[in-house]
Every structure is written in structure tokens, then in C-alpha cells.
């Protein structure tokens, strides 16, 4: 139907599944959702209108809405062993946003990782609300190791006095210490809040420590290695459910996306399946083995390796400023990644020394261990002769051969919708 009322939309839609379908897409905040999470995103429920909360609306005709939604909820208090679950956010960071207006006053002090070392701009960053409304203070990582050093943020902590302290980040590809910084926090009489949107996926599978059930309050994008739909949710301790439902209804949005809702249900089902759990399991095994074959290959990695389902490669021995050059250079290989900071990084945001990308949608297809064997040798390749035009010519026509053993969304069709 879409390709008769808007060919445009459709042509770029249907060119948008080939390079899904054609490359190895490798930036770790990305995923590909299942067949039925498509189908309840691009659903009815679009239609519907539902401010308020399940049995608590403010217009009519909400009896199958408000069912989906309290699905949702109680799927992911299960999956994640959370007291309360707010799924109304409409992403992860109005989700923070909300946090911090549930919990503090304007000018009050956030303690959060800095931007660069790995953190989100939510966390503090000086372009983003949270440094405008808030007073902000940042830690990093350690110089030599690229590691979290966790006596050095309690004494941060302890000399600071912040009212919330944040963990949690969006490039650091280690394990993080919840329960360490719960307690920095109970020390400084301030509120344990950790972001696990990029790891929400890994936590549920039980492939990474979970900050439940001691952290005051937790966010979580619902896409990325939970491979849900584009959205958030927070969970939190009962005594601030009142609070952060406030914050969000009415505090910061109007109407649920009850379509997209409906996807976090199915999604929060799929992850409650043993099958997601060897998932969880085999994303970090890729990584893990994607990680030492690089390093074999020459290529330097921040903190020399990973935990989790992120990589960060660091440049600077080779230049300084080379992550978007080598981004594009490993595109053009069809391998998609992205140019990111590196910790302690002499360059700027704008032309930072390194290369982000992780494992979910590789495992997604169906990858182990073998093909990110062969990956890693692309990536390095690619990485140790940016300009070898034949080169990413040959690896391009290696990746396109190696994606139709590892098909996805075969029989996807835009003509009569989703089937």
C-alpha cells in the first residue's frame, strides 16, 4: 500500500532493509527487533490516545490499552526483579530527565561519568539540561588502565556531597560495579541511580551484574541488547514509584505511545525465554573473541578489551583525530560502526580518535565465534590501510557474501504492511 500512496517513503524504506539486510551493522546501540515487535510498533494501537496510567485514564476506550500495558510492566518486573516499572518514557533521555525531576531541585548536585571517558550527555555534559539545571560534578576512568577506579570516585563523592549519584555509560566495555557505587552513595546520603541502557539486555539475560535489587532507581533504554523497540522505561524502589509516575505523567509528556508499548511487551516476553539468555551469553562471547583477534592484529583497545558488548578502539598511537576517517573507511568495507572519543582523547568531539562498535546485531543473525574471527581480520585490515580502495572493494563483496548465511527479515514486505 505504501509503495502506491508514497513511493518516495517506500523506495527509501525498502533501501534501508537491503543495507540492513547487506552489511554488518556494529554500532553497539543498535539492534534488529523480531518480526512481532515490528508488528505491534506499526500497529493499531498508533491510533490511541491514553494519558494517565493503566485503570487511571483520562479518555475513553482504553480497556485493551491498558491491558497491553500492564503486561508490559509486570513482564518486566519479572525480568528484571524491579519493585515498580514506569514504561510510559518515551526514550532514555527524557527518561533521565524525569528521574532527575523526581528526585531533585533545580541546582541540586549530579555526580555522573564525563562524556568522554564513556558517559551520556544526561549524566552532566555542559551542552546538555542536565548541567543547565543542575550543578554537575564528573568523574573518569583511570589514564593508565582506562578502568573505573571506584576509591577515587568515593572520595569525589565524599568531598562533593552530589544529591544523585549516576552509573552507568554509553563506551565503557567493562563490568560495572552497582553494588560499589550503591553503597559510595548510602556513604554521601545521596539517591544510587544507574542508566543500563546500553547493558539492560545483557543484565536481563544474566550475562552482566545487575544493579537490583539495591539501586534506588534504574533507567533503561528498551532497544539495544534488550532488542526491543526505540524507547525507555525507568524502574525504581516502591517508596519513589509515587514520585517518578509523577514526573513523568503529567510532569514531562502527555500520551503513552501505547504502539510502541505494545513492542516493549513483546520484547520484555522474548527476553524472558531461555533462548534470549543464551543470547545474552553468546553477545559477549562475540565481543570478547572480536576483541582478542584485533588486539592480535595490532589494533589497541581502551582498557584491552571488553566485558560486555562494546568495543572501543583507540587511534591515537596512529594519529590523532582518525576515528571518523577510519568510521567512513569501514563503512565503505560495509561495515558499520561509529567515530567516538577515547578517554584522555587529544582531539575534539568533532574529530575524536576512535572507533565505537559492539556485537548485538551480529549475534542477532546468528554469528558465533568463527565469523567474528573473519570480522576481526576485516576490521583490522581495513583499519591498517584506510586507503586501499580494492581492499574494501574485496571485504565489502566477503561481508555481502558472508550476510546471506546470516539472512534477516526475509519475507519483510512494506506493500500491505508488516507480514
Known sequence: ?????DPNVCR???AELKRQQTVLNMIPSE???SKAVLQATGSVLMNKYSEGYANKRYYQGNQFVDEIE????????QLFGAEHVNVQPYSGSPANMAIYHALLKPGDKILGLRLDMGGHLTHGHAVNFSSRYFSVVQYGV???SGLLDMEAIRQLALAEKPKIIISGATAYPRRIDFTRFHEIAREVGAYSMADISHIAGLIAGGAHPSPFPFTDVVMTTTHKTLRGPRGAMIMCKEQFAKDIDKAVFPGLQGGPHENVIAGKAVAFGEALTDDFRG???QIVKNAQCLARVLMEKGIKLVSDG???HLILIDLTPRGIGLGKPAAVALEEAGICTNCNTVPFDPSTPFKPSGVRLGTPILTTRGMKEREMELVGEWIADVINDMQK???KARIRKDVQELCTHFPVYEDLSFSEGIS
Open 389 to 391: 580502495a580494492d581492499l
Open 31 to 33: 539492534n534488529y527487533v
Open 12 to 14: 527509501n524504506m525498502q
Open 70 to 77: 500492564l503486561l508490559a510492566i509486570e513482564r518486566a518486573k
Open 1 to 5: 500500500m505504501i509503495e502506491k500512496t
Open 306 to 308: 571488553t566485558d560486555t
Open 279 to 281: 543470547y545474552a551469553a
Open 142 to 144: 583511570d589514564k593508565e
